[in-house]
C-alpha cells in the first residue's frame, strides 16, 4: 500500500508531512506558513490519501453546517495512518 501512496506524492507533499510530523500532531495554520509551498489542491490530495485532516470548525449555533467552506479552518493534523507512513518511510 505504502507504494502506491509514495507515487502521488510529490517533493512539497512530503514536505508538508515532515513538517506536520516535526509539530508532533499538533493542528498547524498553514495560513501562516510561508515556507512550505502548500495548496488547497496539495492539501485535499494528502486528505484523500488518509495522511492529513483538517480541522473542522463549529458555525456559531453549536452545529455542523452543510456549507463546508464556512466550517474550513485551514488547520490541519497528520492521521494515525499518516504518522505510520512517515515511520515505514524512514526506516
Do not use: W
Amino acid at each position: 500500500m505504502y507504494p502506491l501512496i509514495l507515487r502521488q506524492l510529490s517533493t512539497d507533499d512530503i514536505n508538508i508531512l515532515i513538517y506536520l510530523e516535526e509539530k508532533h500532531k499538533i493542528y498547524v495554520d498553514f495560513r501562516s506558513i510561508d515556507k512550505i509551498n502548500h495548496t488547497y489542491e496539495r492539501m485535499i490530495n494528502l486528505e484523500r490519501l488518509g495522511l492529513i485532516r483538517e480541522v473542522v470548525g463549529i458555525n456559531k449555533y453549536g452545529y455542523e453546517s452543510k456549507d463546508f467552506e464556512t466550517l474550513s479552518t485551514d488547520e490541519f493534523y497528520l492521521t494515525k495512518f499518516g504518522s505510520e507512513f512517515i515511520m515505514a518511510c524512514k526506516r
